[in-house]
């Protein structure tokens, strides 16, 4: 069974100060990576995908991937208090069926 | 608009009751994916479809069905014999079905058994 892991959380951090998402994942031969972000009772939003290793940067969002140890991160800057929700890691493998791979997610709060 | 629309919102079932939760997307998507939610819990793959009149099982395809007869369509039925349906719901779509295209989900159905 293919994996995709996350600590739960919660991780709190201060308004203001960066916030580092991790996730692990165990099918090698995984392509393509997402961070989504869900708040409580709503469906999940699509913040950054990333295919290359490497960072990617997007507003106050930085996406990194290293294949070579199977992992993906997400920092945010300036964390707000807006930011405060439950970050989900998403990989598809193509391992036969070509499908979305959900950790449980990290649930992040800002402190004001 | 673009986007995914389910509906209903909020749905409630009765007991040995069949009920089916709407998924439409004008994004030209190809591919279509129903994914259940528990409170606290991972997404979990119930069904997708990688293109129009053809769909695969997910994870935990017991006592659901679907169909997909239009590209634009995908509903899933969750039939009598799913014993613990009342969860949230959530349909997703993408460009294609090969993987390497971002998904897209919809506002989600909260079904609950009473």
């Known amino acids: 069974q293919k994996e995709v892991e996350q600590n739960s959380g919660p991780l709190s951090v201060p308004e203001g100060a960066i916030a580092s998402l991790n996730c692990t994942y165990s099918?090698?031969?995984?392509?393509?990576f997402f961070w989504y972000r869900q708040y409580s009772g709503k469906s999940p939003e699509l913040i950054m995908s990333i295919y290359s290793n490497g960072d990617k940067e997007d507003g106050r969002f930085t996406a990194q991937l290293n294949k070579a140890s199977q992992y993906v991160s997400l920092l945010i800057r300036d964390s707000q208090p807006s930011d405060s929700a439950t970050y989900l890691c998403?990989?598809?493998?193509?391992?036969?069926?070509?499908?979305?791979?959900f950790g449980t997610g990290t649930r992040l709060k800002v402190l004001a | 608009d673009g986007g995914i629309t389910q509906s209903p919102k909020y749905l409630f079932r009765k007991e040995g009751q069949n009920v089916t939760l709407s998924c439409e997307q004008n994004?030209?998507?190809?591919?279509m994916y129903w994914y259940r939610q528990d409170p606290g819990q991972g997404l979990r793959l119930i069904y997708y479809?990688?293109?129009?009149?053809?769909?695969q099982k997910g994870d935990i395809a017991e006592g659901y069905s679907v169909s997909r007869e239009k590209k634009e369509s995908f509903p899933l039925t969750v039939t009598s014999a799913q014993k613990n349906p009342t969860a949230f719901y959530l349909c997703?779509?993408?460009?294609?079905?090969?993987?390497?295209?971002?998904?897209?989900f919809g506002q989600g159905t909260r079904l609950t058994v009473v």
């Open positions: 997703a779509s993408s460009l294609t079905g090969t993987g390497n295209t971002e998904a897209f």
């Open positions: 099918d090698r031969v995984s392509q393509s």
């Open positions: 998403a990989v598809n493998t193509p391992s036969g069926t070509y499908k979305y791979i």
């Open positions: 994004l030209n998507h190809d591919a």
């Open positions: 479809s990688q293109i129009v009149n053809d769909f």
